[in-house]
């Protein structure tokens, strides 16, 4: 046994610096120098042991490595959510609500149940002028055609929901 694992210290050692590097990947933003040495170092251990030993050893190589792979992933990514690493610096806790004045979009609601004409043709969406101010808008559904009469019903964020009039 000791000399297998004596004949095999480059796929260890490849395998094992590759998840390191991988491990390494998922905290670094972007995917990087780190990720593709990690694949790279994965994939000559499987080739080193398909080499040195049979293709059923580099299999069994393969099946370990993707075995411990998703063993540290999920162990990681629990420990990002509910654990020790949750209250790191690493994660960020800060969010951005609309009390305290992060909006979205715009705030299009002051266009509720204004009235103005569709400039392009609505199906369903289109460009609506409203006192002289344009805006992307969407009929329910329906085709409406240039020129028709139309009132803003809806506001979804920059979502803007018009019907002709007389409906």
Request: a negative charge; charged letters at 20%; one cysteine or more.
């Amino acid at each position: 046994m000791l000399e297998w694992i004596a004949a095999n210290i480059p796929v260890i050692i490849c395998a094992v610096a590759g998840i390191g590097l991988l491990i390494l990947e998922m905290f670094i933003p972007g995917f990087g120098v780190a990720g593709l040495s990690g694949i790279a170092l994965e994939i000559a251990a499987v080739v080193v042991a398909w080499v040195n030993n049979t293709p059923m050893v580099a299999l069994i190589v393969l099946m370990a490595e993707l075995t411990v792979a998703a063993i540290i992933l999920s162990i990681s990514l629990r420990s990002a959510a509910k654990g020790r690493l949750s209250r790191s610096e690493m994660i960020l806790h800060a969010t951005q609500r609309d009390e305290d004045g992060y909006l979205p979009t715009e705030d299009m609601k002051v266009f509720l149940n204004k009235e103005g004409t569709a400039t392009t043709a609505l199906r369903p969406t289109g460009m609506g002028d409203f006192d002289g101010v344009r805006l992307n808008v969407i009929s329910d559904g329906e085709f409406i055609e240039q020129g028709t009469p139309i009132r803003i019903t809806r506001v979804d964020g920059a979502r803007i929901v018009v019907q002709p009039i007389g409906k």
